[in-house]
């Protein structure tokens, strides 16, 4: 059984992410558990406990982002130019 903190954080980095397949919460806790005992002087495993008690709390954190809309279509500009025309043009030589 692996003795390094970072090594099980990582691990439960991976089930904490709501959009993998492997995600499970519990697994998580398992391995972050083994972190903070095995390791618990690696900040790293403090954090992601945390990051799993916002998880449980909050089930919609879980859910995955929504899908952007697509941009509706421009709406015609009554300026048919680019830019408006500079207010103090320069005089040409």
């Known amino acids: 059984m692996p003795k ?3 090594v099980w954080c990582e691990g439960a980095r ?5 959009h ?7 697994v998580a806790r398992r391995l972050l558990n ?6 618990p002087q690696y900040g790293d495993s403090f954090i992601e ?3 799993l008690q916002m998880l449980v709390h909050a089930p919609e954190a879980r859910t995955p982002f ?8 421009p ?7 680019p830019y408006p025309p500079h207010p103090n043009p320069s005089p040409k030589p």
Not at 14 to 18: A, C, G
Not at 34 to 39: D, G, K, L, S
Not at 75 to 81: A, E, F, L, M
Request: glycine share 2%; proline share 18%; with cysteine.
């Open 20 to 26: 993998a397949a492997c995600f499970d919460l519990h």
């Open 75 to 81: 709406s015609p500009h009554p300026n048919p130019q």
């Open 66 to 73: 929504p899908t952007r809309a697509p941009h509706p279509a």
């Open 14 to 18: 991976i089930f904490l992410n709501p």
């Open 4 to 6: 390094s903190g970072e």
């Open 34 to 39: 083994f972190a903070i005992e095995f390791t």
């Open 49 to 51: 406990y945390l990051r």
